[in-house]
C-alpha cells in the first residue's frame, strides 16, 4: 500500500546548528503537507506545498517538495529550543485532493540550549 | 486555543466496553476527519465526514463508527474495546475536504485496560 517515510526519526541538535527531515512517498503526491506536534500536543499546520519543487519559506524554516513529487523536506536553519517536537510529513491518499491523510511516522527534534 | 475541541481529554475503559468520543470543528469549517495516534507513530487515517455522510474509510474494523451532525460536529464509537485500541484520538477538521489544511483538536488519550 501507499506509504510514507520520514529520516531520521530523532534528531538532537545544539541550539544554533541546523536541522534537516526528509520525506518521501512511495506514490506521487498531488500535494504534500507538513505538520508539527509539540510533547503532549497536537498536530499543528505548518505549509502544503503543491507544485513541484516548489520551494516555501516561513521565516527560519524551509519546505521543498521535490521534482517528482514523492519527497520533500523540512529545513530549520539555526535551530531555538522552541523548535522542540515531532515534525511530520502527510500527502492525501492516492493523490487525491480531498480525504484521506498517509502520514510518516514524524522525525522527533530535541534542541540542546 | 486549536479551535477544534474535543472531549473527553482523557478516558480509561475496560475491555469489551464501547465509547464515544465528540468533535466541534472549527467554526467555518465542514469537514471532520478522525485520527488514531499510537505512541510514537504518526496519525492514522480512521475516517471522514462531509455533509453528515461517512465519505472516506481508513483501514479500521467495523467496531469503529462515526457520526456528523447538521451543525458539523462529530461523534467516534468504537465497539468492543480491545487493548489495542488505546491511543489518542485525534480530531481534524477542514474545509473542503482539507485542500488548505487540517486543524487538529487537542484528542482524546483513550486507554483501555
Known amino acids: 500500500g501507499q506509504q510514507v517515510m520520514q529520516i531520521p526519526q530523532y534528531q538532537h541538535v545544539q541550539e544554533g546548528e541546523d536541522f534537516t527531515t526528509y520525506c518521501n512517498s512511495s506514490t506521487t503526491l498531488s500535494n504534500i503537507q507538513w505538520y508539527k506536534q509539540r510533547p503532549g500536543g497536537h498536530p499543528v499546520f505548518l505549509i502544503q506545498l503543491v507544485k513541484s519543487g516548489e520551494v516555501k519559506k516561513q521565516k527560519r524554516l524551509t519546505f521543498q517538495f521535490g521534482e517528482a513529487k514523492k519527497n520533500s523536506s523540512l529545513h530549520i536553519t539555526a535551530t531555538q529550543t522552541t523548535d522542540v517536537g515531532t515534525y511530520f510529513c502527510?500527502?492525501?491518499?492516492?493523490?487525491?485532493?480531498?480525504?484521506?491523510?498517509?502520514f510518516g511516522q514524524g522525525t522527533t527534534l530535541q534542541v540542546k540550549p | 486555543d486549536a479551535g477544534v475541541t474535543q472531549s473527553p481529554t482523557h478516558l480509561i475503559k475496560t475491555r469489551g466496553q464501547q465509547v464515544t468520543l465528540r468533535c466541534s470543528p472549527k467554526s467555518g469549517h465542514d469537514t471532520v476527519s478522525w485520527y488514531q495516534q499510537a505512541l510514537g507513530q504518526g496519525p492514522q487515517f480512521i475516517f471522514q465526514y462531509y455533509e453528515e455522510e461517512e465519505r472516506q474509510r481508513g483501514n479500521f474494523p467495523d467496531r469503529f463508527s462515526g457520526h456528523q451532525f447538521p451543525n458539523y460536529s462529530s461523534e467516534l464509537n468504537v465497539n468492543a474495546l480491545l487493548l489495542g485500541d488505546s491511543a489518542l484520538y485525534l480530531c481534524?477538521?477542514?474545509?473542503?475536504?482539507?485542500?488548505?489544511?487540517?486543524?487538529f483538536g487537542s484528542g482524546t488519550r483513550l486507554t483501555v485496560v
Open positions: 481534524a477538521s477542514s474545509l473542503n475536504g482539507g485542500v488548505y489544511g487540517y486543524t
Open positions: 502527510a500527502g492525501p491518499y492516492l493523490s487525491s485532493n480531498t480525504g484521506k491523510l498517509i
